[in-house]
Nanobody, 117 residues
Framework: VQLQASGGGLVQPGGSLRLSCTASGTIFSIYRGAWYRQAPGNQRELVAAITETDSTNYADSVKGRFTISRDSAVNTLYLQMNSLKAEDTAVYYC????????????WGQGTLVTVSS
């Protein structure tokens, strides 16, 4: 299963972006979808996750500003990011876990989000 992430870019502080991550291949179900991010010099960290029952969890730093969602019909994961701050600048990676021909754990290629005036 391959993932294609998109939606990153340059945005001013206080602005919004919507990231998308679309999976291709044979997929029967997705158990968990998540977004991670990695800023220069930092370790990759979990930003938000969603389960097949739509249970969600968020990093404290993004609660109330970011929303993770999914569209199972098109095997796409989203991250709506509002009220962006400079400290949100990072490469964002999507991650999906599920089953297809076999169980899979796949990562997207990363999309850069830069928050700057």
């Amino acid at each position: 299963v391959q993932l294609q992430a998109s939606g990153g870019g340059l945005v001013q502080p206080g602005g919004s972006l919507r990231l998308s991550c679309t999976a291709s291949g044979t997929i029967f179900s997705i158990y968990r979808g998540a977004w991670y991010r990695q800023a220069p010099g930092n370790q990759r960290e979990l930003v938000a996750a969603i389960t097949e029952t739509d249970s969600t969890n968020y990093a404290d730093s993004v609660k109330g500003r970011f929303t993770i969602s999914r569209d199972s019909a098109v095997n796409t994961l989203y991250l709506q990011m509002n009220s962006l701050k400079a400290e949100d600048t990072a490469v964002y990676y999507c991650n999906l876990q599920g089953t297809g021909i076999k169980d899979f754990v796949s990562w997207g290629q990363g999309t850069l989000v830069t928050v700057s005036s």
